[in-house]
């Protein structure tokens, strides 16, 4: 049986007739361009996540960028972050000139462990660099929320500003809130195969703060106030309409979709116990949204290729960190340096995953992955 990673056709079969209204109802007012479904959308999703507020712009490393340019983050700061993400992460942060700083993970939830947060800013504070550190940025990596309570905490006492990089974790909750509500802005993307996806680039920043909301929609609109009022150097990114169109019909069914992904994560994580794998944790009090189903083992190219042979598509969500890949060698990050981020790499595994995967592939996957394991031990 030939399994793909990913199949978005199936979902948009699901929702045709609903989609083909909303693009056409774009296409019959003949705006484009921050126009009514825009601004419901941003009044839809920022609602939603439980905020006041929500900027559409052009992606999710747009979304990140411009938070961290409203907060002030510029020429010689200092951003903390994780390196087990995409590298638009670590990109968002080095376009507003700042630098990033990495911190080590929790290796069961893969996102950042409070712990090495606090040495990190103890360290730099004795060594008098403290001044430069202003924001924290951490990741809801795969769908599961950062720890937030001890983020929050952390970040309270040294002061700093917290940014949410949520572009993977639509819906994904801490406690009762939702993540990107925490922290003074939070960021989502709206690519494709995200878990509220368009059908191209998209992004969104949502706060509860009034001045957030207005600096950015300066800037990401070239910083004009009113025509040809251009009151700071802003950006041209911008959600358009028709993706907003298609994603606000998209979000009635976000919840549903979520809860078709843990539902068929505990699917897999049921099929696959047999062979003592590292499957996906859920760590309380936080809710677990499966963006990506991530298993983990120490025979992971091997099981790669093996899957590959039999028509099973895999991905590795990432297989370099940021702090070892080229574009950061300027940083001074050497092998070793975040141990637990660099071990996760080598083991980390990403299965077909997505709401409207079948049973029946799900299956076909844990068999085969049964009968790699069959008289080897576990994963």
């Not at 510029?74 to 968002?92: C, I």
């Not at 939830?109 to 550190?133: C, F, S, V």
């Not at 980390?348 to 995953?353: G, H, M, V």
């Amino acid at each position: 049986m030939m399994v793909p990673f990913f199949d978005l056709t199936r979902q948009y079969k699901r929702i045709k007739r609903e989609i083909l209204s909303a693009t056409l109802r774009v296409y019959e007012k003949g705006r484009f361009i921050l126009g009514e479904e825009v601004s419901a959308f941003e009044k839809e999703f920022s609602h939603y996540c439980g905020v006041r507020y929500g900027v559409g712009v052009g992606s999710g490393t747009d979304a990140l960028y411009l938070a961290l340019k409203a907060a002030g983050i510029g020429e010689g700061d200092e951003v903390v972050t994780v390196a087990n993400s995409f590298v638009a992460t670590a990109l968002a942060i080095s376009f507003t000139g700042a630098r990033p700083l990495f911190v080590d993970i929790d290796p069961k939830t893969y996102t950042m462990d409070p712990n090495h947060l606090e040495l990190l800013l103890k360290h730099l504070k004795a060594k008098g660099r403290g001044e430069k550190i202003k924001a924290v940025v951490p990741v809801h990596l795969y769908g599961h929320p950062a720890e937030m309570d001890s983020i929050m905490d952390i970040a309270h006492r040294y002061d700093l500003i917290v940014i949410e990089d949520a572009c993977q974790a639509h819906g994904a909750k801490y406690g009762k809130k939702k993540v990107g509500s925490f922290g003074a802005m939070g960021c989502f993307s709206f690519y494709p195969t995200k878990n509220l996806g368009g059908y191209g680039d998209g992004g969104m920043v949502v706060t509860h703060h009034k001045k957030y909301d207005q600096k950015l929609r300066l800037l990401r609109c070239y910083g004009e106030r009113g025509k040809y009022q251009h009151i700071l150097k802003g950006h041209n990114s911008r959600l358009d309409e028709v993706q907003a169109a298609i994603l606000r019909v998209k979000l009635k069914y976000l919840d549903q979709w979520n809860a078709e992904r843990r539902r068929k994560a505990l699917i897999y994580s049921r099929m696959l116990e047999s062979t003592g794998g590292s499957c996906p944790v859920e760590k309380e009090p936080r809710i677990h949204v499966y963006h990506l189903y991530v298993i983990r083992t120490r025979k992971r190219d091997a099981l790669q290729a093996f899957l590959k042979e039999r028509g099973i598509e895999i991905l590795i969500h990432y297989p370099i960190p940021i702090h070892l890949q080229r574009a950061y060698k300027d940083l001074g990050y050497r092998k070793g340096d975040l141990p637990l981020t660099e071990l996760c790499s080598r083991e980390i595994l990403s299965l077909p995953f997505y709401p409207e995967i079948r049973e029946s592939e799900i299956e076909e996957v844990a068999t085969q992955i049964e009968n790699f394991y069959k008289g080897d031990g576990a994963l």
